[in-house]
């Protein structure tokens, strides 16, 4: 299934919008991750813990987007955006979201 | 790096309350030491945090190649993503080095 974050797809037509459509994460760090993180907070730069928590993140909520696109039977998935927010302390909310539709040809 | 060192101190916070325990010598920070050992030892030991961890194996034959590719932070492996029409899932497959650009 093609995601794309332009309005139009080069070389298709968008003959039916099926509306939109969304995949929504919330993901923590355990206390073993979050330690670490904190610890090498205090020294700076990179921190691998939360980089690679996002990475999946990012990950998961594209998977539900597309899974959520699929059983609207959309083909495609345009205008896609990522949205993020923190909910407590240490977790974090991923959202991606986009217009599902058909395109023709099909990708 | 910093697990060892993490996983060291815990091992060494739950050796003192061993030691501790056994002779009686400073047994006013027994809880201490139970408690901090236990948190780093088992707060390290039983995080679940992986999602779909990358695949191997090379992909079914009805999965497509969506194209999209990308460097995973963690293991710094060249990733590409196939797509099962069938299920409408995502699967993430760590692809050879050989056509890694440059």
Known sequence: ?107 | MLPIILYALGGLLLLGALVAALTGVMVALLPQLLFGGLLLVVGLAIERWRYKPLLRTGPDPRWKDTGERFVDPGSGQLTAVYFDPLRGERHYIVIDDQVRPR
Not at chain 1, 34 to 60: D, P
């Open chain 1, 1 to 107: 299934m093609l995601v794309v974050t332009t309005e139009n797809v080069p070389g298709h037509q968008v003959v039916q919008v099926k509306g939109q459509v969304f995949g929504v994460v919330v993901r923590s760090r355990g206390i073993g991750g979050n330690m670490m993180a904190g610890i090498r907070s205090l020294v700076g730069g990179e921190i691998h813990e939360y980089t690679q928590m996002l990475e999946e993140a990012r990950r998961h909520a594209l998977d539900r987007l597309v899974s959520n696109a699929k059983v609207m039977g959309a083909n495609a998935v345009v205008m896609m955006r990522f949205d993020s927010a923190e909910i407590g302390q240490t977790m974090s909310e991923i959202v991606a979201y986009g217009t599902a539709v058909v395109l023709d040809p099909p990708t």
